[in-house]
């Protein structure tokens, strides 16, 4: 082949493939390939495998519980201790920053915000099995911690005695702050404590897999939502207006409304500090992603606005000249740990459940999409573990619930962070700012500590425009990213994250509830079946329907089993058989009569006398489920040839179903019997069914089922559609064409007593779960 020229086509042979084998049945494929029945381990050989102990997995469990132990010894020193100093020092200024910015959103003093920033990396990085992510206050957390900061420790507690203060007309100089501040700071530590406890319960018990269900397109919807909380929630801040502190359904419009309202109090020196940091922020951060490539460390723009600031507002006494909010005091040093308040608990248990899952949910994501680019793995029940006991380690010392911020994480990785080496260094430089710098950020104005939480929320805010996007490649997670996202906003974020979580759950059950079926076909001359709707070519073999149910079938998609089978055969298998029943009445009548004779060519009227067997069914025809309706046919003898009796019986064009099972997982109870229902009332009007493509388990459900009896056999399941279709092909060929009815039209003819006849109804062992369930109650 010359260089450059195109790929020859490989030859005919190694183009198609052809092979020989038997038609396999259930039954003959398990006598030709024995199957392996598995082996359980007994409970000693369990409680050996547990219980042993030998020096290679005391060292493998002490390494899954300090993974520490597994990246440590290998730490290339040369290679990674420069980037790793670099990158820490990088993430600990914006981690300093975003401290104190997000302490605000707990509504505690913002030196803690320091605390929160320093005291989970110490344990993450002896537990934490991410390499990458930098621990510590995430603004989403935070404003779920303060909306159950404000919720029980409110301002209206803290209203100083003897004052005229009205209940909405609060303000700062008539509110006890230093008490409020302190009941404040002890509620977001307990809170923190208890989400430590839940995660670690997590963790010991295995249920790391929690996080699954909460979906890509719920998390956006959800982080979105609340970007616009946080942005509502600092708004106020950069405003310097007073407002209640609302809390629950419709929060957030009530704190706009109030916002505006007073909006004629801003303070200018606050309003214009935090638009000019929040419009440098922005810039800045976008000229770091555009330029990521050729600047070697990001531009910490969070930390040059905050000194530049702090150094305005010191040199111009912004607060006396112009009232302007400052952060005033920031703790120098540690304050001894503190145990929590127990009996707050239970105020706050179902708060710290929601908290917990989106703290880890969000710790967990972030975390692999960068251990996926590095190629290492994030255990994570161990993340559950290492973030339960940093909670509780933190919340002793004042803090609030950690996580990880994706902003900061990305400081932490694109400045060339290789392990939680940075991360420690990154402590190290808030601990640095805690002992020494605090009191230096004192004249900082909090509006703009607030515009740095604002501008590092755009990442947040540009997962609308996923939207479009997700509703061209799927109209339900797109439904499910609205939904969360409006439920979120309108009724807070906890009840809107349990909303959003119940609505995924609800589309879910709805599309195995109402799954896609088909009628299929066969591609001539292949072994290939396609739906007859999508494929021209598509043929379905004579007087055979192959229908492919593509869920598992339990109670609640049986009925849509049914429906899909009426749709995909043309007709009501129980309907077909009590209108012949009416018309084997009929005719036993007209033969007493005398009037209608039973031959070997079949039933035909006497000469000479009027038939009067030419009657109209008065029931109705068609089931108005059907999608293809039925027409008004002769009755035969044998059902195909005619019979000199008009009735309406809907016609039987097929003699075999098969049934492709391909895609059924699992059947409960219900469905097997349904299912051998199915059989016996297609059985009736002599349709045979089949069953094609299933998987092995579905033979054990049914076997524990009771599925199989002297009627229903394990011959009736095959391998494959084609197996099927040729195993009928073969018996059409080489069976005998005599009909039954005849024999039975002979009999009615010679007996005389005349033959009772029963309408079709299901025995009580097949009743479908909603009768079987009422029966169970009335009784």
């Known amino acids: 082949m010359a260089a450059g020229g195109p790929a020859s086509e490989p030859p005919a042979e190694l183009s198609h493939y052809v092979v020989a084998r038997p038609i396999y049945s259930e039954p003959g494929f398990q006598e030709e390939n024995e199957r392996r029945p598995p082996l359980p381990p007994t409970l000693r050989e369990r409680a050996q495998a547990a219980c042993r102990c030998s020096r290679k997995r005391a060292f493998q469990i002490a390494k899954s519980f300090l993974p520490i132990l597994e990246w440590l010894p290998n730490y290339r020193v040369k290679e990674w201790l420069i980037s790793d100093i670099i990158s820490g020092l990088s993430t600990g200024l914006v981690a300093t920053l975003q401290g104190l910015a997000y302490a605000l959103l707990v509504a505690v003093p913002v030196g803690y915000g320091l605390y929160s920033a320093f005291f989970p990396i110490l344990t993450y990085f002896f537990l934490g099995t991410s390499r990458h992510i930098s621990v510590g206050p995430f603004p989403v957390v935070s404003l779920m911690v303060g909306s159950v900061v404000l919720s029980m420790a409110p301002d209206e507690n803290f209203l100083i005695e003897g004052s ?18 302190a009941q404040r700071v002890l509620i977001a530590s307990t809170l923190t404590f208890l989400v430590g406890i839940l995660q670690v319960i997590f963790g010991v018990l295995q249920i790391g897999f929690i996080v699954r269900y909460l979906a890509d397109p719920l998390v956006g919807g959800f982080t979105t939502a609340a970007a616009f909380q946080v942005l509502v929630s600092q708004l106020k801040i950069v405003l310097n207006v007073s407002t209640k502190n609302y809390n629950g359904v419709l929060s957030i419009i009530y704190t706009l409304v109030e916002t505006f309202e007073k909006i004629g109090t801003t303070n200018i020196a606050d309003l214009i500090a935090g638009l000019l940091t929040i419009f440098v922020c922005m810039v800045v951060k976008e000229i770091n992603d555009r330029f990521k490539h050729k600047i070697p460390i990001p531009i910490p723009i969070e930390v040059i606005v905050t000194i530049v600031a702090t ?24 304050l001894p740990p503190e145990p929590p308040n127990v009996s707050l608990f239970s ?9 917990a899952i989106v703290a880890y949910a969000i710790a967990v994501s972030v975390g692999k999409v960068y251990a996926t680019k590095y190629d290492y793995a994030i255990d994570g029940n161990q993340e559950f573990i290492a973030f339960g006991l940093s909670n509780i380690f933190s919340g002793a010392f004042s803090c609030f619930v950690a996580t990880t911020a994706l902003s900061r994480t990305a400081v932490q990785e694109s400045t060339g962070g290789k392990t939680q080496i940075a991360g420690i260094i990154s402590a190290g430089i808030v601990l640095i700012s805690i002992v020494a710098l605090g009191k230096l950020l004192e004249p900082l104005q909090k509006s703009v500590l607030a515009a740095v939480v604002i501008a590092n929320l755009k990442g947040m805010f540009m997962q609308v425009f996923d939207v479009p996007r997700l509703w061209r490649q799927n109209k339900v997670d797109a439904m499910i990213w609205v939904f969360t996202c409006i439920a979120s906003i309108i009724l807070g974020l906890d009840l809107g994250l349990l909303a959003g979580l119940l609505f995924g759950l609800l589309t879910v059950v709805l599309r195995v509830q109402f799954p896609s079926w088909g009628g299929f076909g066969n591609i001539p001359g292949t072994d290939i079946y396609k739906k007859v709707k999508d494929y021209k070519n598509v043929i379905e073999p004579e007087g055979v329907k192959i229908l492919k149910f593509s869920s598992p079938i339990f109670y609640a998609n049986i009925d849509g089993l049914k429906s899909s089978l009426k749709s995909t055969v043309g007709f009501d298998a129980v309907k077909v058989y009590n209108k012949r029943l009416k018309a084997l009445r009929k005719i036993q009548k007209l033969i007493k009569k005398g009037k209608l004779k039973a031959t070997k060519n079949g039933i035909i009227s006497e000469p000479g006398i009027n038939n009067e067997a030419f009657e109209t069914d008065e029931e109705p025809e068609d089931n108005p489920d059907l999608q293809v309706p039925t027409k008004e046919v002769e009755i035969q003898v044998d059902w195909n040839s005619e019979l000199p009796v008009k009735v309406n019986i809907p016609k039987v064009p097929i003699h075999s179903l098969i049934l492709d099972f391909g895609a059924v997982t699992f059947l409960d109870i219900v469905a097997v019997r349904s299912i051998k229902t199915i059989i016996k009332e297609f059985e009736r009007i002599d349709v045979r069914v089949y069953f094609a493509s299933y998987q092995d388990n579905l033979i054990s459900q049914l076997e524990r089922g009771a599925f199989f009896d002297d009627t229903v056999r394990k011959d009736i399941f095959f391998l494959t559609v084609h197996d099927a279709v040729l195993y009928i092909r073969n018996q059409m060929t080489y069976s005998d064409n005599q009909d039954p009815i005849f024999e039975k039209i002979s009999l009615m003819q010679e007996s005389k007593e005349p033959i009772e006849f029963t309408e079709a109804s299901q025995p009580d062992d097949e009743l479908d779960v909603q009768e079987e369930a009422m029966r169970r109650l009335a009784s």
């Open 311 to 334: 150094g305005i507002s010191y040199a111009a006494d912004l607060e006396k000249k112009y009232n302007a909010g400052i952060v005033k005091s920031i703790p120098r040093g540690f």
């Open 164 to 181: 005229n203060a009205t209940g909405t007309n609060v303000t700062g100089a008539l509110i006890d702050t230093e008490s409020r501040d």
């Open 347 to 355: 105020q706050m248990i179902a708060a710290s459940f929601s908290i």
